[in-house]
T-cell receptor, first 107, second 113 residues
Framework: KNEVEQSPQNLTAQEGEFITINCSYS?????LHWLQQHPGGGIVSLFM???GKKKHGRLIATINIQEKHSSLHITASHPRDSAVYIC?????????FGTGTSLTVIP | GAGVSQTPSNKVTEKGKYVELRCDPI?????LYWYRQSLGQGPEFLIY????????DSGLPNDRFFAVRPEGSVSTLKIQRTERGDSAVYLC???????????FGPGTRLTVL
């Protein structure tokens, strides 16, 4: 059983669409992280949150601690948003990662 | 440097050989993590250092894998008697303190033939 589950695994959207990626976790956490990984590229941290909501540009991340669920939203999606988005949770020392959501935004 | 660096970027080796992968964390970051990422999968935790000591090595798959961080900065992941199943991208990340935002290196792509 994976500690972190993401959905969907793959997502294709038209440019301009509103996108939501979901993450559920089963362990007690100190923080949840949303990461972005471009093909052949390194991983970039987008958000780290332990409660509520954070916004950065067109990206919004929310977390519901009681339901052990987080969402990453992308407004007005653009082809350059195409990447793998990974949800990860930290439990003290350890990090558990989801398998990622591969997003393709078509012009 | 400004970010986490890893060398080499690519390593091709033969089954049974020994390899070393190096990670240079961001200066001042006390926590350093090693992960392994197979194709189509999310990163998998291997080992975590706080300073010079391995605070958690529970993710190392077996005793062929070992990592050191002798001076609390640069870390080396060592793999003995490599197997084809060890082929993956090995990622290093560092953070200012445990549990803080992690900054990832570009990874080392290891291919065992």
């Amino acid at each position: 059983k994976n500690e972190v589950e993401q959905s969907p695994q793959n997502l294709t959207a038209q440019e301009g669409e509103f996108i939501t990626i979901n993450c559920s976790y089963s362990v007690g956490i100190s923080a949840l992280h949303w990461l972005q990984q471009h093909p052949g590229g390194g991983i970039v941290s987008l958000f780290m949150l332990s409660s509520g909501k954070k916004k950065h540009g067109r990206l919004i991340a929310t977390i519901n601690i009681q339901e052990k669920h987080s969402s990453l939203h992308i407004t007005a999606s653009h082809p350059r948003d195409s990447a793998v988005y990974i949800c990860a949770v930290s439990t003290g020392n350890q990090f558990y990662f989801g398998t990622g959501t591969s997003l393709t935004v078509i012009p | 440097g400004a970010g986490v660096s890893q060398t080499p970027s690519n390593k091709v080796t033969e089954k049974g050989k020994y390899v070393e992968l190096r990670c240079d964390p961001i200066s001042g970051h006390t926590a350093l993590y090693w992960y392994r990422q197979s194709l189509g999968q999310g990163p998998e935790f291997l080992i975590y250092f706080q300073g010079t000591g391995a605070a958690d090595d529970s993710g190392l798959p077996n005793d062929r894998f070992f990592a050191v961080r002798p001076e609390g900065s640069v870390s080396t992941l060592k793999i003995q008697r490599t197997e084809r199943g060890d082929s993956a991208v090995y990622l290093c990340a560092s953070s200012l303190a445990p549990g803080n935002e992690q900054f990832f290196g570009p990874g080392t792509r290891l291919t065992v033939l």
